[in-house]
């Protein structure tokens, strides 16, 4: 008897183990490559203004910022690049729900 639940209590760790394996953290936005990270971030609904050149756009480290501080207040003079911002972090929030990684 005391086999049998050993055996038992080691199959339902095995099966808990593999439960946890599946629920992994999301991937790092901040750490994509950029063109990938580009099409998340469209995919998630932004839409890249006409005029903003994406070798300009320093995407990576403004995902980076609002991942550290989701509601981080970033001041631009440019009406396009404050929209931008906004649909960026609408994003980012999406993505990661309540689980950002804020390093």
Do not use: H
Not at 28 to 38: A, F, H
Not at 54 to 82: G, S
């Amino acid at each position: 008897m005391k086999r049998f639940l050993l055996i038992l209590l080691a199959g339902l760790f095995v099966l808990f183990l593999f439960g946890c394996a599946g629920k992994g953290e999301l991937p790092r936005l901040s750490l994509m490559d950029k063109d990938v990270l580009l099409e998340k971030l469209t995919e998630l609904g932004v839409k890249i203004p006409e005029g903003l050149s994406t070798e300009d756009f320093k995407v990576n480290e403004l995902v980076a910022e609002l991942e550290k501080e989701p509601d981080k207040v970033f001041v631009a003079d440019w009406t396009n690049l404050t929209d931008l911002t906004e649909q960026v972090r609408t994003a980012v929030k999406l993505y990661y729900g309540d689980k950002l990684p804020l390093e």
